[in-house]
């Protein structure tokens, strides 16, 4: 074999590695090899060996009878990295916690990754009755408040090629047909802010914000409170807080 062929055939077991923990991350659980080779689509022999290596290494592992394989805690130790390396969320941690406490419901900062959206922290509402949230979590940006108020940050064009013309549907509520969803972001283009209509989960609405420390804006924030305990009153104080901790939050970043 030739140096460029080993540089090509050692690039190319990198990506399959990629792909593979993406494959994991994806789908929580433990899943038999058989499973694994369907969805990813290697040869079986050449997947054998891969996920034996990543086993020994740590990033992946596997049940008490050895056949089944899941992703392992070194991933998790990768992501941890990220979030306290990352400056906004670094910047961001005073503003949530005041954001949390002065609205008494659950917050998050999110950041698009592709056409979902990345939770990168979360606060926790003061309320027994809350939703259920954790960092790392990934959910279409349509049918979040915080994707679409990411996705208003963006031309329709972009968004078009962003997007199938008819989205994934995750509740009863969530807008599946691209336009329809297009012609919503014009007016959260207007008003400044996103809703989600228990579009991602029953019982449970959204307002979220992008930050502008940059153009587009990659990241955004949101407070979610179930639909039951939403009063007009209580929903301008949340818009309220919101514009506040965004403004908050461009000043703190001003220099990212």
Same mark, same amino acid.
């Given at each position: ?24 991350? +994806? ?6 090899? @058989? ?26 592992? %596997?049940?008490?009878?050895? %056949? ?9 130790? *990768? ?6 390396? &990352?400056? *906004? ?20 900062? @999110?950041?698009? &990754? ?7 922290? %979360?606060?926790?509402?003061?309320h027994y009755l ?5 960092v790392g979590r990934?959910?279409?940006? +349509?049918? %979040?408040? !915080? ?11 972009? *968004? ?14 969530? !807008?599946? &047909?691209?336009? $329809? !969803?297009?012609?919503?972001? +014009? ?6 802010? @996103?809703? &989600? ?19 587009? $804006?990659?990241? $955004? ?12 009153? +209580? ?14 939050? $461009? ?6």
């Open positions: 074999m030739s140096g460029t062929e080993a540089q090509g055939a050692q690039v190319k077991s990198a990506v399959r590695t990629v792909e593979l923990l993406e494959f994991f991350a +994806h789908r929580p659980g433990m899943h038999t090899l @058989a499973g694994v080779q369907e969805a990813v689509g290697y040869p079986k022999s050449s997947l054998y060996m891969l996920l034996r290596t990543l086993t020994d290494l740590g990033w992946v592992e %596997t049940d008490a009878t050895g %056949t089944r394989y899941g992703i392992g805690v070194r991933a998790l130790l *990768v992501g941890s990295s990220y979030i306290d390396s &990352d400056e *906004v969320v670094t910047a961001a941690r005073p503003v949530l916690d005041r954001l949390a406490e002065e609205t008494t419901e659950t917050i998050h900062l @999110a950041r698009l &990754d592709g056409t979902d959206v990345v939770y990168l922290a %979360t606060r926790q509402s003061q809350r939703p259920f949230a954790r990934r959910l279409p940006a +349509h049918s %979040t408040s !915080l994707g679409k108020a990411l996705l208003a940050a963006r031309s329709d064009e972009e *968004v078009r090629a962003m997007l199938p013309p008819h989205p994934a549907r995750v509740t009863d509520n969530t !807008l599946t &047909d691209r336009e $329809a !969803l297009i012609e919503e972001l +014009h007016l959260v283009r207007e008003q400044g802010y @996103a809703v &989600d209509r228990e579009e991602n989960t029953l019982g449970l609405r959204c307002f979220g914000i992008a930050l502008p420390y940059r153009t587009p $804006a990659r990241d $955004a924030i949101s407070c979610s409170v179930p639909a039951a305990r939403l009063t007009p009153a +209580h929903e301008q104080r949340i818009k309220t807080a919101l514009f506040d901790a965004r403004d908050r939050l $461009a000043h703190a970043t001003r220099a990212l």
